[in-house]
């Protein structure tokens, strides 16, 4: 039996098998360290075959670093990468009002790719999102939308893993959603600085982060839904 998956891409039948030639180095090591800031036990444990009682997890924890603050402004819906040009000039609005609230500071909008042009983001949604140090003079992010991956891609990649305890696809998207965020908002490098940063989030999706909210009327009358 040979697990995989299947799918039409383009007008053409795909096979997706697995590949274990990183799963096999891992189980053929006495012991793995996983250096991840965001990857939780069950998802390894889902990726790698481990069983999750025998992942350790350690955290590193920090009394020094910036404060963060995280603002949620909603009424955008998903400000995803297809939005229409009337939702684009209510985004260009609500960051013109976010930047008058924060004069005097150094802010930097992340966006889609194909949407990067029309915000001027300096920040793209996963290519700039990870392992980037680029963004650390900046103190005021202004995200828009969220840095979700290809829903088809990631259910691909979810059906041909095998586990025994594997969670469902809607909990093991959701925990890929998570990560992205956590990582596109570690671009502030908050723990090696001090004083105040802020992320601005506009998107009505939940965020797996507390934050204040805000209506978009509430940043600019310009921004608000019509």
Known sequence: TITGTISIQYGKLVVHRIQDQHRNIIHAAHANIFLDATATAELISFRTSIPVERILVCEAIHDQGAVVHHVQVKDFGLAGKKRADSTDERIKAA???IKNQH????PVEFDHLGKSGVTNAKG????DSRGENSFMENDVFVHVGLPMPNI???????EILECANAPSFEAYYQDICDAEVFQEMGRDRALRRDGNIFHYWL???DLPLEAQHMKAADISIDAASQ
Not at 103 to 106: H, K, P, S, W
Not at 124 to 127: A, I, L, N, P, S
């Open 95 to 97: 960051i013109a009002g």
């Open 103 to 106: 004069e005097g500071c150094n």
């Open 124 to 127: 793209v949604h996963f290519r």
């Open 152 to 158: 088809g891609a990631v259910r691909i990649d979810y």
């Open 203 to 205: 998107t009505d999706l």
